[in-house]
């Protein structure tokens, strides 16, 4: 880099920062955060344990058949659920609690914590959607995983004050089956890349998709077949800790 492109960028800083006045939130990396301990992307361990987690739900097709999937090769799930679905069909995270996985908060809105993200922000959308859960009488984890996986240090400070962990995903175990890429990449994704103490990230709420449930018919008998017990994010929490 030369003295003009020094320059340049030093002026590009300081005119974003002015720009993004006193909100516009930082970012450390995964390696901070994960010496901090204040955000899990996976949990590296001996034991053949699994998390698979859904997000955006609960959706009224899709839910229950993966729950009914769940059952049948005895896998617990972690559901990632938006408040605004919650207010449609409070009787499936209510099923989902009753048959042993954990719910956790995926905001209200389902928002992007992107650039101007204000600490009140954040916190309203955690918090309308954990006064709903307590409304409906439902035992929420204290997981937290920002839409989209967009964190930043004021994300994971109010989920930190609000007594939330932010969890996100392993990266070799994004199924991106939001984006309906077909489901043998879903399988092939997951399969792949299986390795102890990975987080799956999918999706139980995907407008008109079929994908993931008919993806999981596959994932789950093969991972069972290899020796995985497929676990909610505390027990996988809790097995990387006593290592
Ligand atoms: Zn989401």
């Not at 003009?4 to 002026?11: S, V």
């Not at 990975?198 to 407008?207: R, S, T």
Request: glycine content about 6%; proline content about 5%; charged content about 25%.
């Amino acid at each position: 880099m030369n003295a003009f492109q020094i320059k340049w960028l030093l002026l590009s800083l300081l005119v974003s920062s002015v720009i993004g006045g006193f909100d516009l939130p930082s970012k450390h990396d995964r390696s901070y955060y994960e010496q901090t301990g204040d955000v899990v992307w996976d949990v590296p361990m001996k034991e053949k344990l699994i998390a698979l987690t859904f997000d955006d739900g609960p959706n009224p097709i899709a839910t229950p058949l993966i729950l009914e999937l769940l059952k049948t090769y005895h896998a617990k799930g972690t559901f990632f659920v938006v408040g605004y679905r919650l207010d449609k069909y409070p009787d499936l995270v209510k099923r989902e609690i009753r048959e042993s996985h954990e719910v956790a908060n995926h905001t209200n809105l389902h928002t992007y914590f992107k650039k101007n993200t204000s600490k009140q922000a954040v916190r309203a959308e955690i918090q309308s959607l954990s006064s709903k859960f307590e409304d409906h009488n439902i035992q929420e984890s204290p997981w937290f995983r920002p839409p989209g996986g967009y964190y930043n240090d004021i994300v994971v400070q109010v989920a930190k004050e609000l007594g939330y962990h932010v969890v996100l995903w392993s990266w070799h175990q994004d199924t991106k089956d939001w984006s309906k890429p077909g489901v043998d990449k879903i399988i092939a994704k997951v399969l792949d890349n299986a390795r102890n103490g990975d987080i799956v990230l999918m999706h139980d709420h995907v407008g008109g998709s079929m994908q993931t449930v008919e993806a999981l018919k596959k994932i789950l008998p093969e991972l069972q077949r290899r020796g995985f017990k497929m676990v909610t994010v505390s027990e996988l929490v809790s097995h990387g800790i006593m290592e």
